[in-house]
């Protein structure tokens, strides 16, 4: 990687992700800024040298982060900025500051989510300003979680990007002896099927809590592996039918879901366990005092199919138990005759 292209690097966000993102840089030798909302979280990492909240046994070397509260300061100091905020924060986080400091940055989205308040995904969002250009922003998709991150154990990302130089030093940033990495031209694709995997896995997750056992989650992981195919064709064909198709049997679409499904590090699939054995929703958000992404994207994705006129009946069912008035209990006896 040249310094002189992605110049200073930032992380925006301090949860379990964004710290595993800042421990991927730093291993590999990169000093980064580093933004937290919370100031004793900041003071902490400044002072004790990790996140006093999440992945704790990850310790940094003193010269290798330059945590701040200030979101203007670390705009101003960085030419690459990663925001690994969850999605349902990433907007107002966006806004807190004056637009123009975002301007001219190369963008990298740790985001596996849709935007609530305006239903897109993070780079269709920055492209209503005219200013922003779409080949400065890369995606950051595929089979990883931070927990894995945090203890080395090999794990495999794919970046999406529109120029090939900047995508490929973006994932040459992050190569290291248990990172692999490959990149693509996918904006669209890899986020979409990341945003879907989340809500798949809430539905995962409600099959366990309800006592499904694991013949039937295959074939449940199967039919939304078919349902999640079916709608990146159509969307392609629906809004970006001059792009090339991408292929859609990677890691980072087949790979993602599975992990997410199956993985006890998953905090969809938790989401979900707990509602399948009775939790309200709002009381398994207060009991995992974490985010699951497929919450807030369930609605976007259901807003999004209802526009371009896409089905997608599996998520549409999950989406009727997180925002609607039935029970997964219900809607599972739906899907029992549904799939195939």
């Known amino acids: 990687m040249s310094d002189s292209i992605l110049g200073n690097i930032g992380i925006v ?3 379990s992700w964004g710290t595993a993102l800042a421990k991927i840089l730093t291993d590999n030798g990169h000093k980064i800024h580093w933004w937290v909302r919370n100031k004793e979280a900041m003071n902490h990492l400044a002072t004790r040298h990790n996140n006093p909240h999440y992945l704790t046994s990850v310790r940094f070397a003193p010269q290798s982060i330059m945590p701040t509260d200030n979101l203007q300061e670390l705009l101003m100091h960085c030419n690459t900025v990663i925001v690994a905020v969850p999605s349902a924060y990433a907007q107002s986080v966006i806004e807190s500051v004056d637009r123009s400091l975002w301007h001219g940055k190369y963008i990298v989205s740790a985001i596996k989510g849709i935007l609530p308040d305006s239903n897109l995904l993070l780079n269709d969002y920055l492209a209503k300003d005219t200013s922003f250009d779409l080949k400065s922003y890369v995606a950051i998709t595929g089979p990883c979680h931070a927990e894995e991150v945090a203890q080395e154990r090999l794990s495999y990302l794919t970046f999406s ?4 130089n900047l995508t490929s030093q973006v994932a040459k940033a992050f190569y290291t002896s248990y990172i692999h990495t490959t990149h693509n031209h996918d ?16 539905g995962a997750g409600m099959a366990h809590g309800l006592d ?9 992981i199967t039919n939304c592996y078919r349902e999640m195919y079916r709608f990146l064709e159509a969307h392609f064909e629906k809004v970006h039918p001059s792009n090339d198709r991408p292929d859609f049997h990677t890691s980072a679409y087949l790979g993602d879901l599975l992990v997410t499904c199956y993985s006890l590090h998953s905090r969809n699939r938790m989401f979900g366990n707990m509602l399948g054995k009775g939790y309200s929703v709002k009381n398994a958000q207060l009991e995992m005092n974490m985010v699951a992404e497929g919450y807030y994207a369930s609605r976007g994705m259901e807003t999004i199919s209802t526009q ?11 989406y009727s138990a997180l925002w609607g008035d039935r029970t997964p209990a219900e809607i599972f006896k739906e899907l029992e005759t549904m799939l195939s």
């Not at 499904?212 to 449940?220: I, K, P």
């Open 13 to 15: 966000g301090n949860g």
């Open 212 to 220: 499904y056992g694991d013949n039937f989650l295959s074939v449940y």
């Open 187 to 202: 904006i669209w694709g890899a986020q979409f099927a990341a945003v879907l995997k989340n809500i798949y896995a809430i």
């Open 308 to 318: 371009l006129g896409i089905d997608h009946p599996i998520a549409s069912l999950i």
């Open 161 to 164: 990007g529109l120029d090939d």
